[in-house]
């Protein structure tokens, strides 16, 4: 069965750095999301992609954060300058059309942690 | 988006059904109810979902009130890899939606 795929599954960095996440959506899909979700709390949206556009976006979605489709397979989520509350584990989705009658199928998640 | 309410727990035994109620009073004629399940240390996992008639499929039923102000999902014989957090989640019609998780309900299943 197709699966979404996420690399690293860890990832630990300082505070102040760069990082990028990144994710390859079951093949067939068109629309691709990024959700977060800090220990003990709630899944929470992030971004919606499709037709290489964000769709939408969160509050939570600032500048300091980006999502590209570099080729046809990666789907990628920057983090320009790392904060302390932004360690939490970052899945990604993917669904073939849009539609609310449709499934997201998640990844297994990174873990992000922030020093 | 609508509001859910879902118990914070629940707990049953294995190999016993289990009702996982969920009211959505402020529900929209055309949200569909979906339900997702997450796993320990996994990602969220789609269970099932329906607009107005009661569905089945391998993993769960859902049924639906009439007034569509709630819903349960029913897992048949609960197994002990069915230990997860449940999700119900109301999706407005049209497309370019998300996914709005609230707190769900932990189910424990004792062996």
């Known amino acids: 069965e197709p699966e979404v795929t996420q690399t690293p599954s860890h990832q630990v960095t300082q505070m102040g750095q760069e990082v990028i996440l990144r994710c390859v959506p079951i093949?067939?899909?068109?629309?691709f999301y990024w959700y977060r979700q800090i220990l003990g709390q709630k899944v929470e949206f992030l971004v919606s992609?499709?037709?290489?556009?964000?769709?939408?976006k969160s509050e939570i979605f600032d500048d300091q954060f980006s999502v590209e489709r570099p080729d046809g397979s990666n789907f990628t989520l920057k983090i320009r300058s790392t904060k302390l509350e932004d360690s939490a584990m970052y899945f990604c989705?993917?669904?073939?059309?849009?539609?609310?009658?449709?499934?997201?199928?998640f990844g297994p998640g990174t873990r992000l942690t922030v020093l | 988006d609508a509001k859910t309410t879902q118990p914070n727990s629940m707990e049953s035994n294995e190999e016993e059904p289990v009702h996982l109620p969920c009211n959505h009073s402020?529900?929209?004629?055309?949200?569909?109810i979906h339900w997702y399940r997450q796993l320990p240390s996994q990602g969220p996992e789609y269970v099932i979902h329906?607009?107005?008639s009661n569905v089945n499929n391998r993993m769960a039923s859902l049924a639906i009130a009439e007034d569509r102000k709630s819903s349960t999902l029913i897992l048949h014989r609960a197994t002990l890899r069915d230990a997860a957090v449940y999700y119900c989640?109301?999706?407005?019609?049209?497309?370019?939606?998300?996914?709005?998780f609230g707190k769900g309900t932990l189910l424990t299943v004792n062996p």
């Open positions: 093949s067939n899909h068109l629309y």
């Open positions: 992609f499709y037709n290489n556009e964000i769709s939408e």
């Open positions: 989640i109301p999706i407005g019609g049209g497309s370019n939606y998300k996914l709005t």
């Open positions: 402020t529900i929209s004629g055309t949200d569909y």
């Open positions: 989705a993917s669904s073939r059309t849009g539609y609310s009658t449709d499934t997201q199928y």
């Open positions: 329906g607009l107005t």
